[in-house]
T-cell receptor
Framework: ETGVTQTPRHLVMGMTNKKSLKCEQH?????MYWYKQSAKKPLELMFV???????ENNSVPSRFSPECPNSSHLFLHLHTLQPEDSALYLC????????????????FGPGTRLTVL | AQSVSQHNHHVILSEAASLELGCNYS??????LFWYVQYPGQHLQLLLK??????LVKGIKGFEAEFIKSKFSFNLRKPSVQWSDTAEYFC?????????????FGGGTRVLVKP
């Protein structure tokens, strides 16, 4: 048990569907992240939220929409996805220190395996 | 742009063999360095990390890594592997910035240990 949970664990959706991925962290951290893990590609950072504010968006297409209502929950809203969006979507959390301080350990959830038909 | 390179994509070895996985990064500033492991069907978890001090870092399950600043490297080692070390290993580099604990990951190395 990592302290970071993700639901659902598996999701199959059509290109016209709208779905949401949920992440919850029980570690008291103040930063949360969405990553995309595709076959044969490095882990890609999608979004970073620090203190519930988005601080980084790595040029992710607008069909992915994150939401962070509080420091423990993170959502990824999906709409009109493409088959190439099929991947494992990982959520992570960490405790961010003072601005400019060193990045600390990120704790990962088990991921949501997404298949877009 | 910062990049992290893991030169071996796949490694196959027998039990009791020694393992060394290479990791090089391109960022010239102060960094924190991590190795994560993903066992089959499990989540990514931290193996070890280097922030400062002794460049030889010991982690869980008998793994260690050495930070060589002049070579921008952080190679992972284990003297004698077990079948249970079969997993995918990821090197990650965190750079100091104003906000957001950003980590850049390498492409991963799949390790298969034959019993």
């Amino acid at each position: 048990e990592t302290g970071v949970t993700q639901t659902p664990r598996h999701l199959v959706m059509g290109m016209t569907n709208k779905k949401s991925l949920k992440c919850e962290q029980h570690l008291g951290h103040n930063a949360m992240y969405w990553y995309k893990q595709s076959a044969k590609k490095p882990l890609e950072l999608m979004f970073v939220y620090s203190l519930e504010e988005r601080v980084e968006n790595n040029s992710v297409p607008s069909r992915f929409s994150p939401e962070c209502p509080n420091s423990s929950h993170l959502f990824l809203h999906l709409h009109t996805l493409q088959p190439e969006d099929s991947a494992l979507y990982l959520c992570a959390s960490s405790q961010e220190g003072i601005p400019g301080g060193p990045p600390d350990t990120q704790y990962f959830g088990p991921g949501t395996r997404l298949t877009v038909l | 742009a910062q990049s992290v390179s893991q030169h071996n994509h796949h490694v196959i070895l027998s039990e009791a063999a020694s393992l060394e996985l290479g990791c090089n990064y391109s960022y010239g500033g102060t960094v924190n360095l991590f190795w994560y492991v993903q066992y089959p069907g499990q989540h990514l978890q931290l193996l070890l990390k280097y922030f400062s001090g002794d460049p030889l870092v010991k982690g869980i399950k008998g793994f260690e890594a050495e930070f060589i600043k002049s070579k921008f490297s952080f190679n992972l080692r284990k003297p004698s592997v077990q079948w249970s070390d079969t997993a995918e290993y990821f090197c990650a580099v965190g750079r100091i910035k104003a906000a957001g604990n950003k980590l850049t990951f390498g492409g991963g190395t799949r390790v298969l240990v034959k019993p």
